[in-house]
């Protein structure tokens, strides 16, 4: 059998050597935005571009820098000086139920406001002084005393009336008991005031002495008379009432000539500063209604504080929007985007009653309205928590209006009717998600590529060379001097560099993870001060990610356990048939995972229903493991009948499993079992396998493989290192496997093995001794071959099948 070939030493380590040059670069960084040239360049073109739909989703992997990139380039972003609006909402003198909205430039609200306040304060002063002048009081007594003569006029000579006739008028209902009275006639008799059935009672009854008989005719005659008196009493009242409201009409047109010039006075000096269309209709409002509401002014500051203070509020504004000071561009971040919070909302009170109250100073603007000008952070996943908060947002940028709504009650929807005018708004959204979050609801959802046009994607990872290193540096010794920890020493850089190489899974690149390098140096610093060290060292380095690997490990120690109890049936020495050491990787959370590994087996027998995906019977089996299992059927369809049909009943397993497995990497170890068992040739169970594999025979790279091969050492090392023990995988993972440094020493001292294959024939060829043949080679070549013992067996079962 040929020698394969097997990794050296030299081909597992990651060389770190900093040149002076680089190790000593204190030259000032703006180390937040590192080796993501392509978000970088979305970013400023997202915010560059004034359009709809130009928003920004920025996706990426948690620590890879995405807030850190966005608040730096934001910084230069907010020192640009452009307009901002003040966005305020006054009483409705037309529509009362539709408060109006007013724009202001930046700042000008709060002087809108006090000019506001200056008219009424100063109105109320001047009203105050009108009302109370002898020319209007003359006047206004004069028109009082006019009507009132003329109603008691009437009044008089409708008693006169009434007493001529017999009759007289009574007041109906108890006021006491909160009753609506009225006035009615009735007729009177003997000098008493009787109703109709008590006269009537009296019909054909002897009278009192001296009294008048009462008679049907009596009786009749007074009813009719009674209903010509009633009406002539109407007929009186509604008189008066006009007369009334002629008296009032008439003392507002007294009030209207006496204030109104001195009212559109003040207001027209008002109008020669505030000279925009939308606040001279509002003025042209006011005017009138102050006019129409004197009476608001005649209230006592005093006796009637809470009903003259609720009555003015009319007169008032509510700035929802408010840039005064402002001296850079808004950003707000919503980190609990609700309707309310978001779009903004209308406070309101809830009476006994169960209906609702509220007025125009009670609308609140949201961080929408409130970053206008500006921009607004959000993160997807708070987005997608709330119901129908991603349709109200893409409604809101599609129309570029906030429509403004009374919240439900716990009782039902609101009763209150406001429904306040939409406010406009230019605010630059800038959404934040996970990797790969941007093309999955894209895929849900079409419209999100019509609001936000911009995807800011995040690499986890660099290409690492000089610079990229030098950038490394330099946002090591920024945090330090930031967070003023101890500084770092030339071996503790290489170190905290290793980490960064080991994070990104390349020999040839680094982790742009940097929330994970941050809480290395955090933790390094710590270290080293228990070791009562000035410095960080690289020692210090490595014991801050001894304690993180221990403080992760439990679930693989348990695992161990179970292994070496034997509970969890592994064997590391001799050899099996159709059994084979796979290697798998569980996770914890985003940052940490271990490689564990998986007895694989597979049995064969005479039938046609060909492989059977244990896993996949038994609902473990994901859509990709399954299809790796199909893979198999067609690479022995291939390589060994091609001109036989494919028959047999083959079963793969992976023993000990009670969870759903998913991925390929396990497709060529399945592939060996199988092979295996065709062939009834053992194999190396001191040696584990990973890779996928395709049709041909192929070998594939897989993730993962510094934990799996990691996982089989460990294993290896806590039942006995024999000296023959290793891993084969992928070829193509050589540059992707970063072993620790016990498992290099262990490689140094021939121990442990590990045998980068291309082909599913070069992989049996280590686990079982014999060559692999070929299909191309003659029946001489072939004997003895993994090729003839397989090819026979399978013609076998097909005869017998």
């Given at each position: 059998?040929?020698?394969?070939?097997?990794?050296?030493?030299?081909?597992?380590?990651?060389?770190?050597?900093?040149?002076?040059?680089?190790?000593?670069?204190?030259?000032?960084?703006?180390?937040?935005?590192?080796?993501?040239?392509?978000?970088?360049?979305?970013?400023?073109?997202?915010?560059?571009?004034?359009?709809?739909?130009?928003?920004?989703?920025?996706?990426?992997?948690?620590?890879?820098?995405?807030?850190?990139?966005?608040?730096?380039?934001?910084?230069?972003?907010?020192?640009?000086?452009?307009?901002?609006?003040?966005?305020?909402?006054?009483?409705?003198?037309?529509?009362?139920?539709?408060?109006?909205?007013?724009?202001?430039?930046?700042?000008?609200?709060?002087?809108?406001?006090?000019?506001?306040?200056?008219?009424?304060?100063?109105?109320?002063?001047?009203?105050?002084?009108?009302?109370?002048?002898?020319?209007?009081?003359?006047?206004?007594?004069?028109?009082?005393?006019?009507?009132?003569?003329?109603?008691?006029?009437?009044?008089?000579?409708?008693?006169?009336?009434?007493?001529?006739?017999?009759?007289?008028?009574?007041?109906?209902?108890?006021?006491?008991?909160?009753?609506?009275?009225?006035?009615?006639?009735?007729?009177?008799?003997?000098?008493?005031?009787?109703?109709?059935?008590?006269?009537?009672?009296?019909?054909?009854?002897?009278?009192?002495?001296?009294?008048?008989?009462?008679?049907?005719?009596?009786?009749?005659?007074?009813?009719?008379?009674?209903?010509?008196?009633?009406?002539?009493?109407?007929?009186?009242?509604?008189?008066?009432?006009?007369?009334?409201?002629?008296?009032?009409?008439?003392?507002?047109?007294?009030?209207?000539?006496?204030?109104?010039?001195?009212?559109?006075?003040?207001?027209?000096?008002?109008?020669?500063?505030?000279?925009?269309?939308?606040?001279?209709?509002?003025?042209?409002?006011?005017?009138?209604?102050?006019?129409?509401?004197?009476?608001?002014?005649?209230?006592?500051?005093?006796?009637?504080?809470?009903?003259?203070?609720?009555?003015?509020?009319?007169?008032?504004?509510?700035?929802?929007?408010?840039?005064?000071?402002?001296?850079?561009?808004?950003?707000?971040r919503e980190t609990n985007p609700t309707k309310a919070n978001l779009l903004g909302t209308i406070e309101a009170r809830t009476e006994i009653s169960g209906d609702t109250k509220t007025n125009f100073t009670m609308i609140r603007a949201g961080s929408l309205l409130k970053a206008a000008g500006g921009v607004l952070i959000l993160r997807a996943d708070d987005l997608i928590q709330h119901d129908n908060i991603w349709t109200e947002?893409?409604?809101?940028?599609?129309?570029?209006?906030?429509?403004?709504?009374?919240?439900?009650?716990?009782?039902?929807?609101?009763?209150?009717?406001?429904?306040?005018?939409?406010?406009?708004?230019?605010?630059?959204?800038?959404?934040?998600?996970?990797?790969?979050?941007?093309?999955?609801?894209?895929?849900?959802?079409?419209?999100?590529?019509?609001?936000?046009?911009?995807?800011?994607?995040?690499?986890?990872?660099?290409?690492?060379?000089?610079?990229?290193?030098?950038?490394?540096?330099?946002?090591?010794?920024?945090?330090?001097?930031?967070?003023?920890?101890?500084?770092?020493?030339?071996?503790?850089?290489?170190?905290?560099?290793?980490?960064?190489?080991?994070?990104?899974?390349?020999?040839?690149?680094?982790?742009?993870?940097?929330?994970?390098?941050?809480?290395?140096?955090?933790?390094?610093?710590?270290?080293?001060?228990?070791?009562?060290?000035?410095?960080?060292?690289?020692?210090?380095?490595?014991?801050?990610?001894?304690?993180?690997?221990?403080?992760?490990?439990?679930?693989?120690?348990?695992?161990?356990?179970?292994?070496?109890?034997?509970?969890?049936?592994?064997?590391?020495?001799?050899?099996?048939?159709?059994?084979?050491?796979?290697?798998?990787?569980?996770?914890?959370?985003?940052?940490?995972?271990?490689?564990?590994?998986?007895?694989?087996?597979?049995?064969?027998?005479?039938?046609?229903?060909?492989?059977?995906?244990?896993?996949?019977?038994?609902?473990?089996?994901?859509?990709?493991?399954?299809?790796?299992?199909?893979?198999?059927?067609?690479?022995?369809?291939?390589?060994?009948?091609?001109?036989?049909?494919?028959?047999?009943?083959?079963?793969?397993?992976?023993?000990?499993?009670?969870?759903?497995?998913?991925?390929?990497?396990?497709?060529?170890?399945?592939?060996?079992?199988?092979?295996?068992?065709?062939?009834?040739?053992?194999?190396?169970?001191?040696?584990?396998?990973?890779?996928?594999?395709?049709?041909?025979?192929?070998?594939?790279?897989?993730?993962?493989?510094?934990?799996?091969?990691?996982?089989?050492?460990?294993?290896?090392?806590?039942?006995?290192?024999?000296?023959?023990?290793?891993?084969?995988?992928?070829?193509?993972?050589?540059?992707?496997?970063?072993?620790?440094?016990?498992?290099?020493?262990?490689?140094?001292?021939?121990?442990?093995?590990?045998?980068?294959?291309?082909?599913?024939?070069?992989?049996?060829?280590?686990?079982?001794?014999?060559?692999?043949?070929?299909?191309?080679?003659?029946?001489?070549?072939?004997?003895?071959?993994?090729?003839?013992?397989?090819?026979?067996?399978?013609?076998?079962?097909?005869?017998?099948?």
């Open positions: 059998m040929k020698q394969h070939n097997e990794l050296k030493p030299e081909d597992l380590k990651i060389n770190i050597d900093l040149s002076e040059e680089i190790s000593k670069d204190y030259s000032e960084n703006s180390w937040g935005v590192i080796g993501q040239p392509r978000a970088v360049q979305a970013l400023e073109m997202g915010l560059s571009i004034n359009a709809k739909g130009y928003n920004i989703f920025v996706t990426g992997e948690s620590g890879t820098g995405r807030y850190t990139a966005v608040s730096e380039i934001l910084k230069k972003f907010k020192e640009k000086k452009v307009p901002l609006e003040d966005v305020a909402y006054v009483f409705n003198f037309e529509k009362p139920e539709n408060p109006r909205v007013i724009y202001f430039p930046e700042g000008e609200a709060r002087r809108f406001r006090t000019t506001l306040d200056d008219l009424i304060d100063k109105m109320k002063q001047i009203i105050g002084e009108k009302l109370k002048s002898q020319a209007y009081t003359e006047k206004r007594d004069n028109l009082i005393s006019e009507t009132e003569k003329n109603e008691n006029r009437q009044l008089r000579e409708f008693e006169e009336q009434l007493t001529e006739a017999d009759f007289c008028t009574i007041q109906l209902g108890d006021e006491e008991n909160g009753d609506e009275l009225a006035a009615d006639l009735v007729p009177v008799h003997g000098g008493e005031p009787l109703s109709f059935d008590e006269l009537h009672d009296l019909i054909d009854k002897e009278p009192e002495e001296g009294g008048e008989v009462v008679t049907e005719e009596y009786w009749t005659s007074k009813r009719e008379e009674y209903f010509g008196l009633v009406d002539q009493m109407k007929g009186l009242y509604e008189s008066l009432q006009k007369a009334r409201r002629t008296l009032q009409e008439n003392l507002e047109e007294l009030q209207s000539e006496l204030i109104g010039p001195a009212l559109k006075h003040e207001i027209d000096m008002i109008r020669l500063e505030w000279k925009d269309e939308q606040y001279i209709t509002y003025f042209n409002g006011l005017e009138k209604d102050i006019l129409a509401n004197l009476d608001i002014f005649e209230l006592d500051e005093e006796d009637d504080e809470e009903e003259l203070e609720e009555e003015l509020r009319r007169y008032g504004i509510n700035i929802i929007v408010d840039n005064s000071g402002a001296t850079e561009r808004p950003v707000i947002l893409k409604r809101v940028i599609d129309t570029g209006q906030v429509e403004l709504e009374l919240p439900p009650t716990p009782l039902g929807p609101p009763t209150a009717g406001m429904k306040p005018e939409p406010v406009r708004f230019n605010t630059k959204i800038i959404m934040i998600g996970q990797e790969r979050l941007y093309d999955i609801l894209s895929a849900v959802d079409g419209d999100l590529r019509k609001y936000f046009k911009i995807p800011a994607e995040f690499n986890s990872w660099m290409t690492r060379s000089d610079e990229t290193t030098r950038e490394y540096v330099r946002f090591i010794r920024s945090f330090i001097e930031k967070y003023s920890l101890k500084e770092v020493t030339l071996d503790g850089l290489e170190e905290i560099i290793r980490y960064g190489v080991v994070l990104s899974e390349r020999k040839d690149q680094l982790s742009t993870r940097f929330s994970l390098i941050s809480d290395l140096i955090r933790e390094s610093d710590y270290w080293a001060g228990q070791a009562d060290k000035e410095k960080i060292d690289s020692k210090a380095v490595q014991r801050a990610m001894e304690c993180r690997q221990y403080l992760y490990d439990l679930p693989e120690e348990t695992m161990l356990e179970q292994v070496e109890k034997g509970s969890l049936l592994i064997n590391v020495e001799g050899s099996e048939t159709g059994s084979v050491n796979g290697l798998a990787v569980l996770e914890r959370g985003n940052f940490f995972s271990f490689g564990c590994t998986m007895k694989i087996t597979a049995t064969v027998g005479a039938g046609k229903e060909g492989i059977i995906n244990i896993e996949r019977e038994a609902g473990l089996s994901g859509d990709i493991h399954s299809k790796g299992i199909l893979i198999l059927e067609g690479y022995l369809r291939n390589r060994y009948a091609r001109n036989l049909p494919l028959s047999l009943y083959a079963g793969i397993c992976v023993e000990q499993n009670y969870y759903e497995i998913e991925g390929d990497s396990a497709s060529s170890t399945e592939l060996y079992a199988l092979l295996s068992a065709i062939a009834g040739v053992p194999l190396r169970q001191d040696l584990a396998v990973t890779g996928s594999v395709n049709q041909f025979g192929i070998i594939q790279p897989v993730g993962g493989v510094t934990e799996k091969v990691e996982g089989f050492f460990r294993i290896c090392c806590m039942k006995g290192l024999t000296g023959e023990q290793g891993v084969i995988l992928p070829k193509q993972n050589i540059e992707n496997l970063l072993p620790s440094r016990e498992l290099i020493q262990a490689i140094e001292r021939g121990v442990f093995h590990i045998y980068p294959v291309s082909t599913i024939d070069e992989g049996m060829e280590i686990l079982t001794g014999y060559s692999a043949g070929s299909p191309d080679f003659n029946k001489r070549k072939n004997r003895g071959t993994l090729y003839e013992m397989i090819r026979e067996e399978l013609v076998h079962l097909n005869k017998i099948s």
